[in-house]
């Protein structure tokens, strides 16, 4: 069964927005923290958005007030408004889980992850 399953990606021109998903299988919703995370080519994977299940939400300070990340309980998904858009924000976006506290937007923190969706920003 996948656990995290990403869409939405594709191109948008800088300044343009895009919105990605992430539907969990209903154990991984159960996660003490969800959240996106991003690589791009020739570059450590970085943390972008984390969303706690006690509510609390933390966001990289390269995307605060660009991106927005929500979920939906209903339908175990978790989304990232992304805003503003700029090429440096072109890379592979994934969604990962954390069963344990605390939540943090460090990598290797997380042990359960989706296969990504590529987004591109044309200048």
């Known amino acids: 069964q996948v656990q995290l399953a990403e869409s939405g990606g594709g191109s948008a021109q800088a300044g343009g927005s895009l919105r990605l998903s992430c539907t969990a299988s209903?154990?991984?919703?159960?996660?003490?923290?969800l959240g996106w995370f991003r690589q791009a080519p020739g570059k450590e994977r970085e943390g972008v958005a984390i969303y706690a299940a006690n509510g609390v939400i933390s966001y990289a300070n390269s995307v605060m007030g660009r991106f927005t990340i929500s979920r939906d309980i209903a339908k175990n998904t978790i989304y990232l408004d992304m805003n503003s858009l700029n090429p440096e924000d072109a890379a592979m976006y994934y969604c990962?889980?954390?069963?344990?506290?605390?939540?943090?937007?460090?990598?290797?923190?997380?042990?359960?992850w989706g296969q990504g969706t590529q987004v591109t920003v044309s200048s």
């Open positions: 990962a889980a954390r069963r344990n506290w605390p939540c943090t937007l460090h990598v290797p923190d997380y042990d359960v």
């Open positions: 209903p154990y991984t919703f159960t996660s003490s923290c």
